[in-house]
């Protein structure tokens, strides 16, 4: 394995322990503020004041840098399919940590998470050497990656001023197609500015080239694009839907986009090309199967009695039965209790 690669790997895989502990560490500190306040689902803030919460941000931090620092060394291609791993550790620490049982079907996953990405790893392309900036900007201005650069603001364009008004609120496909499209662009910019980094570090400094603001610029856009649609999906959408498709087009369209723009497989055998892809397909094969097997959290009481009609009462009859009772009935049998929706607000 070439050394930039096994570098980015390390890097990728550190990533993943990060981000994966991230997610269980503050679900912890959500549950401790939750237990002595409003909790955060309800509208609460009070985990702002839960140490451990904090922690859990800090090491996401970590987590993201280290996957930064991954993408200087090595290819998109390896680096973005290896984010899958963050799903197995958040697994493995919520069966223990909290109490989310991990059944046969959620070890499979894990099993074939892991199993996709050696593949992916064993066969990755090597790292092309750059020696500035300015080449970063002439692969970016190269007419394919320019028609796939045109396409996708096109595309997303399209989804954000037509298809979110009409479609928005009951095709999730809008939504995650408007983050999918712009983390790859993401993805090529964050790449360039880390390069750029890396140059201006080794003593040939970037700084002063227009061309690494303009990276600048591109990145801080996507992501802030990126990052309001995917809110938008989880806020609208089953997280344990909209995770694993969010992870297919999204790593998808990163490898086009990177394949395009660095030329990832250029020289490469069309056996090593098929390679990479079946081991990105079991990957999404394993992370799929894990989000299926999650335990969805439990509904609170007054968000499940928050559609009934403040007009009609259920009432719970002595030997068990229930039915409705509108107000304007005087009819009035032998109950146990009453129970009116405001009740559990």
């Not at 020696?131 to 900007?137: K, N, T």
């Amino acid at each position: 394995m070439y050394t930039g690669n096994l570098l980015g790997f390390g890097l990728a895989v550190s990533s993943s322990a990060f981000i994966g502990s991230s997610f269980i560490i503050k679900k912890k500190g959500l549950q401790r503020a939750g237990a002595c306040g409003t909790r955060a689902r309800s509208g609460g803030y009070g985990y702002l004041l839960e140490p451990l919460w904090w922690i859990g941000m800090l090491t996401m931090v970590v987590g993201e840098f280290a996957n930064f620092i991954a993408y200087i060394y090595a290819p998109a291609v390896l680096v973005t399919p290896l984010g899958a791993l963050s799903i197995i550790v958040s697994a493995i620490l919520a069966h223990f940590l909290l109490n989310e049982k991990l059944g046969r079907m959620g070890i499979l996953g894990c099993v074939l998470c892991i199993v996709g990405s050696t593949v992916i790893v064993i066969h990755a392309p090597a790292e092309h050497s750059i020696s500035s900036v300015e080449e970063i900007w002439d692969l970016a201005t190269q007419p394919a990656f320019l028609l796939y650069t045109a396409s996708a603001i096109a595309v997303v364009l399209f989804l954000v001023l037509y298809c979110e008004s009409r479609y928005g609120q009951t095709n999730m496909m809008v939504y995650i197609g408007v983050c999918s499209i712009n983390g790859s662009l993401t993805v090529m910019s964050v790449k360039a500015i880390g390069i750029a980094i890396k140059l201006t570090l080794e003593g040939s400094s970037q700084v002063a080239r227009y061309q690494t603001w303009i990276f600048v610029m591109v990145a801080v856009t996507c992501i802030i694009t990126q990052l309001n649609y995917l809110n938008k999906a989880l806020d609208t959408f089953n997280t344990a839907v909209v995770s694993p498709i969010y992870y297919a087009m999204f790593t998808s369209f990163t490898i086009l986009a990177s394949a395009i723009m660095f030329k990832d497989w250029s020289g490469q055998s069309v056996s090593t090309i098929i390679s990479v892809l079946c081991g990105f397909m079991t990957v999404l094969s394993g992370t799929m199967i894990l989000h299926s097997t999650r335990e969805p959290d439990p509904q609170p009481i007054s968000d499940m009695y928050a559609s009934l009609s403040p007009q009609i009462s259920w009432i719970v009859h002595a030997n068990g039965e229930i039915w409705k009772h509108k107000d304007n009935d005087e009819s009035c049998p032998e109950v146990v209790a009453i129970i009116q929706p405001d009740h559990f607000k």
